[in-house]
């Protein structure tokens, strides 16, 4: 079992950057392929970026690609997303995710966070 609990969305003005954390219990932590998806209200589910367990390949949605970053450090069970350039667009729910492969279809995932809210503004 691996709880996931994420922090530091918030609102900032386009173009500008936050840093998401997602902080996991559980002593398997780096065992897992971990990832970052969004869901805006009424839409589907919008993978957004992936991390091995060992951090060594990434893998982006092109929507994201060159302005964010994902990261991970397996000693403080914690995956990252750093979040530059950011547009309007941008706003919604993120999450993230731990699960086997590294994958865009959130149905390879076993477990989730709670979300955390990001605000572009125009």
């Known amino acids: 079992q691996v709880q996931l609990v994420e922090s530091g969305g918030g609102l900032v003005q386009a173009g500008g950057s936050l840093r998401l954390s997602c902080a996991a219990s559980?002593?398997?932590?780096?065992?897992?392929?971990m990832g970052w998806f969004r869901q805006a209200p009424g839409k589907e589910r919008e993978f957004v970026a992936a991390i091995s367990w060992s951090g060594g390949s990434t893998y982006y949605a092109d929507s994201v690609k060159g302005r964010f970053t994902i990261s991970r450090d397996n000693a403080k069970n914690t995956v990252y997303l750093q979040m530059n350039s950011l547009k309007p667009e941008d706003t919604t729910v993120y999450y993230c995710a731990a699960g086997g492969a590294m994958a865009a279809s959130d149905a390879m995932y076993d477990y989730w966070g709670q979300g955390t809210q990001v605000t572009v503004s125009s």
């Open positions: 559980g002593r398997t932590f780096s065992s897992y392929v």
